[in-house]
């Protein structure tokens, strides 16, 4: 399967996110019995503690037997090796892998399809503009490595919670291009119609970050988008931009020869193009991280929470850096010798100036890019 890229809109942090990325580049009645039987209505729990232990919600998750995730491309920051991995370990749950290349705003737009049906999302892989607009669809939850994690990169009562992050980059094929040094070169004759962002900024991730990056690589600030926005007009009118879905396949096949994502996606194509080549432009960095959600109304509410623990656990959290990404509990991992060394040594250098959007910030851009994206690029 291949990741497309109109993927999910970031988790924007603090001087909190900063650092970790910095760093990085550098009493309860139980909820089971024995016999796997609730004796907790397990979409009301907000912690492990409503379960009264780990083995009592392993056994309510593995009494309902089946978990619904959705939007998670198994080249996806190495989401298909963490999938085979909770497959392994709980055989008696059903993973359905649901619409594995939508954006965050059709995952949210699935669970109000189905809503009060089996198939509707019991898990989500959101960012912050699309979390903060459908907070309301979520169920609170903190993991148990909640102290983990940084008070920036997570909503107070775990509505959602940033779990990987990384830069945001640009890939090209080194066999057709020089690497470009700066974001002008890319308005250069020889990037016509070669240049594509990941999908839709409105609604995907990895767009709305290649919107900032631009914006800051303008001079501008994360106060204010447009730069990035008359930056992408500009790629529009030479005749640079291409408007096509990003996909592990479009890049070895060259139809999409230079692409803005980020930098732990665009390194994942050298494995499909050896030519292919990331760089982080030097100056301001744009970083991020992506953010795990509980839908409230989840069909399977203890599979939900037990796949969220088992995403923030050591083990996980050492594959999201096997797949090139900043796991968020990275800065604690290193501090209590759970980390894989060998490969948090082997990450990109951090740039030396990170800039992350506040929630005012994400929020604010959301809506001047829904004002103006369509006009500037059409």
Same mark, same amino acid.
């Given at each position: 399967?291949?990741?497309?890229?109109?993927?999910?809109?970031?988790?924007?942090?603090?001087?909190?996110?900063?650092?970790?990325?910095?760093?990085?580049?550098?009493?309860?009645?139980?909820?089971?019995?024995?016999?796997?039987?609730?004796?907790?209505?397990?979409?009301?729990?907000?912690?492990?503690?409503?379960?009264?232990?780990?083995?009592?919600?392993?056994?309510?998750?593995?009494?309902?037997?089946?978990?619904?995730?959705?939007?998670?491309?198994?080249?996806?920051?190495?989401?298909?090796?963490?999938?085979?991995?909770?497959?392994?370990?709980?055989?008696?749950?059903?993973?359905?892998?649901?619409?594995?290349?939508?954006?965050?705003?059709?995952?949210?737009?699935?669970?109000?399809?189905?809503?009060?049906?089996?198939?509707? =999302?019991? !898990? /989500? *892989?959101?960012?912050?503009?699309? #979390?903060?607009?459908?907070? $309301?669809?979520?169920?609170?939850?903190? %993991?148990?490595?909640?102290?983990?994690?940084?008070?920036?990169?997570?909503?107070?009562?775990?509505?959602?919670?940033?779990?990987?992050?990384?830069?945001?980059?640009?890939?090209?094929?080194?066999?057709?291009?020089?690497?470009?040094?700066?974001?002008?070169?890319?308005?250069?004759?020889?990037?016509?119609?070669?240049?594509?962002?990941?999908?839709?900024?409105?609604?995907?991730?990895?767009?709305?970050?290649?919107?900032?990056?631009?914006?800051?690589?303008?001079?501008?600030?994360?106060?204010?988008?447009?730069?990035?926005?008359?930056?992408?007009?500009?790629?529009?009118?030479?005749?640079?931009?291409?408007?096509?879905?990003?996909?592990?396949?479009?890049?070895?096949?060259?139809?999409? =020869?230079? !692409? /803005? *994502?980020?930098?732990?996606?665009? #390194?994942?194509?050298?494995? $499909?193009?050896?030519?292919?080549?990331? %760089?982080?432009?030097?100056?301001?960095?744009?970083?991020?991280?992506?953010?795990?959600?509980?839908?409230?109304?989840?069909?399977?509410?203890?599979?939900?929470?037990?796949?969220?623990?088992?995403?923030?656990?050591?083990?996980?959290?050492?594959?999201?850096?096997?797949?090139?990404?900043?796991?968020?509990?990275?800065?604690?991992?290193?501090?209590?010798?759970?980390?894989?060394?060998?490969?948090?040594?082997?990450?990109?250098?951090?740039?030396?100036?990170?800039?992350?959007?506040?929630?005012?910030?994400?929020?604010?851009?959301?809506?001047?890019?829904?004002?103006?994206?369509?006009?500037?690029?059409?």
């Amino acid at each position: 399967m291949s990741h497309i890229t109109s993927r999910r809109l970031l988790l924007g942090a603090a001087a909190a996110a900063v650092a970790a990325l910095t760093l990085a580049g550098c009493a309860s009645t139980p909820a089971a019995d024995t016999e796997g039987s609730s004796s907790v209505d397990a979409a009301t729990a907000t912690s492990l503690a409503d379960f009264g232990s780990f083995a009592d919600l392993e056994a309510a998750a593995k009494a309902e037997g089946q978990l619904n995730v959705i939007a998670l491309p198994r080249d996806w920051a190495n989401y298909g090796e963490i999938i085979d991995l909770f497959a392994e370990r709980y055989p008696e749950i059903t993973i359905n892998e649901q619409s594995p290349d939508v954006s965050s705003a059709e995952e949210i737009q699935a669970a109000e399809t189905n809503a009060g049906l089996d198939t509707a =999302p019991d !898990v /989500f *892989d959101l960012g912050l503009t699309v #979390a903060l607009q459908n907070t $309301d669809a979520f169920a609170p939850y903190q %993991v148990e490595n909640w102290d983990d994690i940084a008070d920036a990169l997570k909503e107070p009562t775990g509505l959602f919670v940033g779990d990987y992050g990384g830069y945001m980059s640009v890939g090209y094929d080194s066999a057709r291009f020089e690497a470009p040094k700066a974001l002008d070169d890319l308005l250069g004759e020889e990037y016509k119609g070669a240049v594509a962002i990941n999908g839709d900024p409105t609604q995907a991730g990895a767009a709305f970050a290649a919107v900032g990056l631009a914006t800051v690589q303008s001079d501008g600030t994360l106060d204010d988008y447009q730069p990035g926005i008359d930056f992408f007009s500009k790629l529009n009118d030479a005749g640079n931009m291409l408007k096509l879905d990003v996909t592990s396949a479009t890049v070895a096949s060259g139809e999409t =020869p230079v !692409v /803005f *994502d980020w930098d732990y996606l665009n #390194a994942a194509h050298t494995a $499909d193009l050896p030519t292919w080549k990331t %760089v982080v432009f030097p100056g301001v960095g744009y970083a991020g991280y992506y953010n795990q959600a509980i839908n409230k109304d989840a069909p399977h509410p203890a599979a939900a929470r037990l796949w969220q623990e088992f995403l923030y656990s050591d083990d996980v959290q050492n594959l999201w850096l096997k797949g090139g990404a900043r796991p968020v509990r990275m800065e604690a991992m290193i501090a209590a010798g759970t980390i894989d060394q060998k490969l948090a040594d082997a990450l990109p250098t951090a740039p030396d100036d990170t800039v992350v959007p506040t929630e005012e910030q994400s929020t604010n851009a959301g809506t001047l890019l829904g004002e103006e994206w369509a006009a500037a690029v059409q």
